[in-house]
């Protein structure tokens, strides 16, 4: 994964793909077309495993690596099965456009959804389970006894009766002549030797040491920088710029127009570049939503809510409305949760170099085939003359999943033949032209009988759908299912309580500002909005947040047993220390079931010092379990982050946040202390990536509530004016 960047190491990873040196293994991808025949008829051999002479073992990962963890999770994966040394593993990414010449032999190259481990775990590990039997098979071949009597274990494969060993790398070459098994028999996690366990990360040596490559650290012979400016207003065009202007500044090499939304400056160097497009005299059409504003789309949701507009019904059980009619009391609230912005810290940035024969992208991207997909339709080249090169990001959080960058890369360097043109956005155009987590509310109306009970409960959603923007044929009579995220009955997201009479309802409304896949996604602000207010029905019923809540789950023991967890590690049966509050919160997300605990204290009219989280996570399985721990850390940094600053807001149809100036997030020091509880109770594979950033709000916001007496139902705390000690 690391190791200097060049055309050389380029050629290398190409040429890898047909390494006649080492063991090159292959298996059909579930649900997928098989395998190519070679030119002899022979089964073509499919590259997920290289063993090289040495016994080095590289193994491929087509999910990207973008500081979650899943590079190594996988490995450790594909290693439990192959039986190798750990200690000679190293990675590496196979290319997309390799991946279409051989019909999709390492699948699915798109790492969202906290879907990098989960979603690929079985053929990965099928993956290596060939690979072992092949190696195996081929050193009996050559001792001449049955495969059946002979093992494998560190690379080392053994005939007990008859003393003989050999490494993976001496018989590798043979085996790769072999004849893949149709059917592999995994391993019970029971069993795991490297997965299960907490081994360093493959990549961290590299990433301390200055050796990873990001986007924004390539560099090619002949290489042009270039800067571009979109359109500021949502849905605006470009009319003209005045390239005269800037003609004669130092480095400039021309400016061009990208899209019919954007111009960018090409130069030696990409200050050279910012500088002049700062000095471009361009003139912007503003379309139809020069007018648009966050207050506007604030009113216009808000309407949303009221019976009268139109919804679908997203989850149904019993009889809502007469339960709420006929209560004993009824509870009802409304909340409302921005626009966010991704904000990874390495602003996008994709370098392109085509030619009327062959077209090349060195990118970070979190969906390396629909980045290939973007370079092949924006190069108007066929696929078989196009590639994406994968390198590291620096940040993701589902941003680097659209490959809109990608497509002006490829569409600026066509107007520089020959010449690798790398283009960068600055942090403003990051800011301005986001994929942006989607702005909602949300009025929720409980119920609760004589013997304060919970007997009903209705959530009505309003606002903006992304499956509607990128995904439209998702969309089904009008039902975004992507929007009700932990609020319905089946899924990897579901519901964790048992509420006798229900009502989920969604009236869609998109404003003009772009949705997008935003870490956690529409779990962030639907975990914000039930959590919160099963804490007020806990409060309405004077009953304890947690028992209120444990007496709704008894069908969902998963979700009750990480709960319990949480509880019991911040000692919940017992007063917190003076001064000290503390709120609960759980919800079910990708696949995993989560809870946390937050203990904060209130000072000085609104000071908030969080003291400690203690957060549970049933993945199922958990592969690193320490990755999983830093994985829960890192959700809270982003969950709490959004929770006090995360807002973007609209004026003139633009963006009013440029930087991080006005687009904060918490600093080290207002970090809290995380006790991750790790409990995979095993039967199935959840996410771990982002189901946890969904309880870090309400476990404060119900702690903010125990402290203070005071709910708060509009984020960010910001503008509140509520922050850290």
Known sequence: MGGS????????????????????????????????????????????????????????????????????????????????????????????????????????????????????????????????????????????????????????????????????????AAAAKLTPPNDVALKDPKDWKIAGKGVARLDTADKTNGKMIYGIDVKL???????????????????????????????????????????????????????????????????????????????????????????VVGNSNGDAKAAIAGAAKMI??????????????????ATALYTPERCEVWTGTQNGEAAFAAVVAASGLPAAKCEVHK????????????????????????????????????????????????????????????????????IRLSGQSILASVRPEAVKNGLDPAALQGLVATGDAQLGYDIPNLLVEHAMRNPPVPPGFWRGVNINHNALYLESFIDELAHAAGADPLAFRRGLMASHPKQLAVLDAVAERVGWSRPAPAGVHRGLASFMGYGSYVAAAAEISVENAGRIKIHRIVAATDPGYAVNPAQIERQVSGSFVYGLSALFFGAITVKNGRAEQANFDTYDSMRIKDMPKVEAIVMPSGGFWGGVGEPTICVAAPAVLNAFFAATGKRIRDVPLQKLDVGFV
């Open 332 to 349: 009802e609230a409304v909340y409302s949760y921005p626009h966010q912005n991704h904000a990874a810290m390495e602003p996008l940035n």
């Open 391 to 458: 390198v590291m990001l620096g940040g993701g959080f589902g941003r680097r999943g659209f490959t809109d960058y990608v497509t002006q890369a490829v569409l600026l360097a066509k107007q520089f033949p020959g010449r690798p043109v790398k283009l960068l956005w600055s942090r403003e155009e990051d800011m301005a032209h986001g994929k942006y987590h989607p702005v909602t509310q949300c009025r929720l109306v409980g119920a609760l009988d004589a013997d304060n009970k919970l007997v009903g409960l209705r």
């Open 221 to 311: 012979p002949g290489l042009l920088s270039a800067a571009i400016k979109d359109c500021p207003t949502f849905g605006g065009r470009l009319k003209s710029f005045d390239k005269t202007a800037i003609a004669t500044l130092p480095g400039v090499v021309d400016a061009a127009p990208v899209g019919d939304s954007a111009v960018a400056v090409v130069a030696d160097s990409w200050w050279r570049a910012k500088k002049a497009l700062d000095a471009l005299p361009i003139v912007w059409d503003d379309g139809p939503n020069a007018n648009a504003s966050s207050a506007a789309t604030a009113a216009w949701l808000a309407e949303g809510l009221e019976d009268s507009q139109p919804a």
């Open 5 to 172: 960047f060049s055309l050389h190491r380029r050629g290398f990873i190409i040429g890898g793909a047909s390494l006649g040196a080492g063991l090159a293994l292959g298996l059909d991808i579930p649900g997928g077309p098989k395998g190519a025949l070679a030119a002899d008829g022979a089964p073509e051999v499919n590259a997920w495993v290289v063993i090289e002479p040495d016994d080095r073992v590289i193994i491929r990962i087509a999910r990207s690596e973008m500081g979650q963890g899943s590079l190594t999770g996988l490995a450790q994966l594909v290693a439990e099965e192959l039986e190798c040394d750990w200690a000679k593993v190293t990675t590496e990414y196979p290319t997309p456009g390799q991946s279409a010449a051989r019909n999709r032999v390492w699948g699915d190259f798109s790492t969202g959804g906290s879907r990098g481990i989960r979603g690929s775990q079985d053929y990965v590990r099928k993956g290596g389970a060939i690979a072992r039997q092949l190696l195996i098979q081929a050193a009996a071949n050559q001792w001449g006894v049955p495969a059946k009597d002979c093992r494998a274990e560190k690379g080392i494969i053994s005939h007990a009766a008859s003393g003989r060993s050999i490494s993976f790398g001496k018989v590798a």
